[in-house]
């Protein structure tokens, strides 16, 4: 009895989905100012703070704008994460420990950071995030713009936002947040990454496979007649 052996040829695919490395992407305002009642015609462009905040009953009201140009980062990513962050200096008023800070989506990209006053502010839209109090003076305010962000970026790149009160009618509460005229500049702290890419790989292996053969026999020769 022999033994043939066989070379047989193994083949497998994998399908390995791969996701690089992420970008951390920081962005200053293209424009930033606020605007107050009190003086609905007057701009405050080139002030090096952004205030927030109303007197008691509503009788003067400040409110901030910040636009951000994301048309710098580059296509082919997938947003994560967008924190708008912006340093408070000051905080004045009785309503302040329980001051709160809303941040609108402003649909309009339009304004101009000296040309904005009360009396032509766009309109707001949504609501997309608020802080919660208190609010701690010298530190980071933070905001959560991560559904706007990408919107913004999958379309014309331009992210407007508003900051105010989030009750402007209750006792007087003053924020001073710094502009990007000032020492500690606002900005967007943008978390991206590639879209994931899916590789094919195809490996290859031999195995060599043993069987038994029997030698047929064969009819004898002679034969009783």
């Known amino acids: 009895m022999k033994t043939k052996l066989m070379t047989i040829i193994l083949t497998s695919f994998l399908l390995v989905t791969s996701s690089s490395f992420a970008y951390q992407i920081t962005i200053t305002p293209e424009a930033d100012t606020y605007v107050s009642n009190d003086n609905p015609n007057n701009n405050y462009g080139t002030k090096q703070e952004l205030w927030v905040g109303h007197t008691a009953g509503g009788g003067k009201i400040w409110r901030s704008f ?3 140009d994301l048309s710098g980062i580059p296509m082919g990513l ?3 994460s967008a924190v708008l962050k912006l340093y408070l200096g000051t905080q004045t008023g009785p309503g302040a420990p329980n001051e709160t800070v809303d941040a609108y989506f402003v649909t309009n990209d339009t304004w101009g950071q000296t040309t904005l006053t009360w009396n032509n502010a766009p309109a707001i839209g949504t609501l997309i995030d608020t802080t919660t109090a ?3 003076v010298n530190n980071w305010i933070e905001w959560n713009v991560f559904s ?3 919107f913004t970026y999958l379309g014309d790149g331009k992210l407007s936002i508003r900051l105010s009160s989030t009750d402007e ?3 007087k509460s003053q924020e001073r ?3 990007s005229e000032g020492t500690f500049k606002p900005y967007l702290e943008v978390r991206a990454v590639p ?3 899916t590789i094919l790989l195809f490996t290859m292996g031999t195995a060599l496979v043993g069987r038994k053969l029997r ?4 009819p004898s020769r002679h034969q009783d007649t």
């Open 195 to 197: 879209e994931p890419t």
């Open 134 to 136: 208190p609010l701690v």
């Open 78 to 80: 997938n947003i994560e």
């Open 66 to 68: 910040l636009r951000f």
């Open 215 to 218: 030698r047929k026999r064969l």
């Open 169 to 171: 009618m209750v006792l």
């Open 177 to 179: 947040f710094f502009s």
């Open 148 to 150: 706007e962000a990408q």
